[in-house]
């Protein structure tokens, strides 16, 4: 599962199994985070790979 989150309050941007890229899912957006309101940039802090139990 691929979760996004805001960088600035953690508000979760994108959940789920499709992958996409940062920039689609922030044009979705219109690069503005709908709960803090602060500017939405494509940057990667980190990344988890976690494997799937079941």
Known sequence: MLVVVCGHCGY???EGNE???LN??????AGVC???KKS?????QSVK???EEG
């Open 34 to 36: 709908p709960n803090c």
């Open 24 to 29: 689609e899912i922030l044009r979705e957006y």
């Open 19 to 21: 992958l996409k890229t």
């Open 12 to 14: 979760v941007l994108y």
């Open 40 to 44: 939405l940039k494509p940057v990667t």
């Open 49 to 51: 790979i976690l494997e």
